[in-house]
């Protein structure tokens, strides 16, 4: 090591090869920095693009910001002798809660439910079969929910409910679905982190299966099970084209479960194609598409901090 | 109550609500095989859409997002690997690592609708191309990223120590011991993650939409020079996908036999994701009995 490199030439092979070996390490390195670097870019640029557009309408266009969230009308082609064309886009922000709020509060017990099954009734042959089904249910795409609720889901409710069949409930029933896998995997997950001696220790008390899962998993998986609902929600919140292909896409204010209406990603969906870039219609469409980035930004937080709160619990 | 009859009252409800998520899925992908299979034959696949009568195909679709998937893969898997290389090996604790972590985690949970949107913005018109295969993978590259970076990272970490100090401690740069030990160990979870991130690809419309287009170019079969206008292989043509020309024939077609054309792409596309999940698990088991040489 403390020989001077130039003493012979096998040490000075080995001084040129460490070199290469240096700048190769460090091409790798900036290789691997450079990947890093897209994805933040990425990231990035997302948030800039879609607020400045987004935001257009409000600052450009001089559209107001209380008119455009709390309006019920949208009539992009109302007449000049009316008014104008108008962009009020309340209903479709209350029907994209509506459907993501219910299809929540029907997927999460059959989700949290199939959790329990797999991890606390029958932890050997359960997962076994129900991890599979999971895992297929979350990679059937989005198009083929969609074009299952329009052929099968859409006729039955005209059927055997009433209305157009193109309803809410329709969406609903879709959504509830495709969040069905999210909910159950995380749910999963944070099951298994429940430890074995606090089971162990309350069965050794003589307390029963249920018991136990009422009493002592669910409290202590309560924050994952929030949290798997909240990803559930969030993939909701954010499903285009199943929900536009069921729910009928009208632009009123739906006034029951069975009426059509329009959701955020719908219109955005809808229209997006039809409109010239920079126009107000296009703009409020990206107005859209902010409100959507914003609400996906909220479920994250939301998750993270409750996240948060579970570790200084525990 | 009494405690028994509660608890076996509640065992039955656990089994009630894990056989509806059995049935649903059983419900779904029979009756998509029951409406689609009879539509899936040599024609249907390979020849091109009717545009007023019935009887057409989706060949130049399936050809698209065969190839939107390959472009897309071979942007991902490159930089994913990379992003889970620096995570595992390279990145501290500090607030931009913790940073990059975040960004990583809304990227994963962006609609993909705004990934497409932000692709037409950037791909289609502030580079001028309009719609193209490119654009399509590129967009559909962002929403993939997330995946392939978690899955790469999880995999490297999972190596065991040793085997990385083992190599560290015979002078081996830590380069060098990231692509010949600790790379082919995580071969198996890197296949894993890319053979699913494929299946997402494949069936992804919303991103693909306003980047790749609603609408197929002519393309001529004999033409194989990636450069010549009218060859399948541009990149630079229009393509609509499998996945897409579902939405878009289920929601506007004008063909008599939409739906039958829905139905057997439907088909198609679920097919092709359980193949990828089934190849995905058994090509991983192999590839960790080759590569560990253990017999578990």
């Known amino acids: ?314 | 109550m009494n405690a028994k009859l509660a608890d076996r009252l509640a065992t039955l409800v656990f089994i009630c609500i894990a056989a509806l998520l059995v049935i649903i899925l059983i419900g779904l992908v029979g009756y998509l095989m029951w409406r689609g299979l009879p539509h899936l034959s040599w024609h249907f696949l390979t020849s091109p859409p009717a545009f007023s009568e019935a009887g057409g195909g989706v060949g130049p679709q399936l050809f698209n997002s065969i190839y939107v998937l390959i472009l897309t893969m071979l942007f991902t898997v490159p930089i994913g690997v990379g992003g889970g290389i620096f995570l595992a090996e390279y990145a501290g604790n500090g607030w931009l690592t913790r940073f990059l972590r975040s960004a990583i985690e809304v990227l994963s949970s962006l609609p993909s609708i705004v990934v497409g949107l932000f692709g037409l913005l950037i791909f289609v018109q502030y580079t001028g191309w309009g719609y193209t295969i490119l654009g399509g993978a590129l967009a559909l590259m962002l929403f993939n990223l997330p995946l392939m970076v978690r899955t790469s990272e999880e995999a490297i970490r999972s190596v065991p120590r040793d085997q990385k100090e083992a190599s560290l401690a015979l002078g081996v740069s830590h380069w060098r011991t990231i692509t010949s030990v600790l790379l082919p160990s995580a071969l198996p979870g890197i296949v894993t993650g890319t053979i699913l991130t494929a299946g997402r690809a494949f069936g992804e419309a919303a991103a693909l939409i306003f980047t790749a287009g609603m609408s197929s170019s002519r393309v001529d079969f004999t033409d194989w020079n990636p450069f010549s206008p009218l060859s399948p292989l541009n990149p630079m043509r229009s393509g609509e996908t499998l996945a897409v020309n579902i939405w878009k024939v289920s929601s506007e077609g004008l063909v008599p036999d939409a739906r039958e054309i829905a139905a057997g792409a439907s088909a198609l596309l679920v097919l092709v994701v359980l193949i990828f999940n089934l190849l995905a698990r058994l090509l991983s088991r192999w590839l960790y009995k080759k590569m560990t040489a253990s017999s578990v």
């Open chain 1, 1 to 314: 090591m403390s020989l001077p490199a130039s003493r012979s030439p096998e040490v000075k092979t080995n001084a040129s090869l460490m070199k290469f070996e240096k700048v190769r390490g460090l091409f790798g390195y900036s290789l691997t920095l450079f990947s890093v670097f897209i994805i933040l870019l990425a990231v990035i640029s997302i948030y800039v693009f879609v607020f400045s557009k987004g935001l257009s309408t409000f600052f450009v266009d001089k559209l107001h910001v209380w008119d455009f969230l709390s309006g019920t009308e949208w009539n992009p082609t109302r007449g000049e002798e009316a008014g104008g064309p108008i962009y009020g886009v309340f209903a479709f922000i209350y029907a994209s809660f509506v459907v993501t709020f219910l299809s929540a509060v029907i997927a999460a017990p059959i989700g949290i439910g199939s959790a329990i099954f797999m991890t606390e009734i029958a932890p050997k042959w359960g997962r076994k079969v129900l991890q599979p089904v999971v895992e297929l249910l979350v990679g059937i795409p989005s198009v083929v929910y969609g074009f299952t609720g329009l052929t099968l889901l859409v006729p039955f409710i005209r059927q055997y409910i009433g209305g157009l069949g193109f309803s809410l409930l329709a969406g609903v029933i879709v959504l509830s679905i495709m969040i069905l896998p999210t909910i159950t995997s995380i749910a999963v997950d944070t099951l298994l982190t429940v430890s074995p001696e606090i089971k162990a220790g309350s069965y050794a008390l003589g307390a029963t299966r249920w018991q136990t899962i009422w009493r002592l998993i669910m409290r202590a998986s309560a924050p994952g099970f929030v949290t798997a609902v909240i990803f559930g929600m969030a993939r909701a919140f954010g499903e285009a084209l199943a929900v536009q292909m069921v729910i009928g896409n009208s632009k009123k204010m739906p006034e029951s479960l069975l009426d059509p209406g329009s959701t955020i990603t719908s219109v955005i969906t809808m229209n997006m194609g039809n409109t010239v870039p920079g126009t107000l219609e296009n703009n409020v469409l990206w107005s859209l598409a902010l409100i959507l980035l914003l609400m996906s930004t909220v479920f994250i937080f939301a998750v993270r901090l409750i996240g948060q709160r579970g570790r200084l619990m525990n």
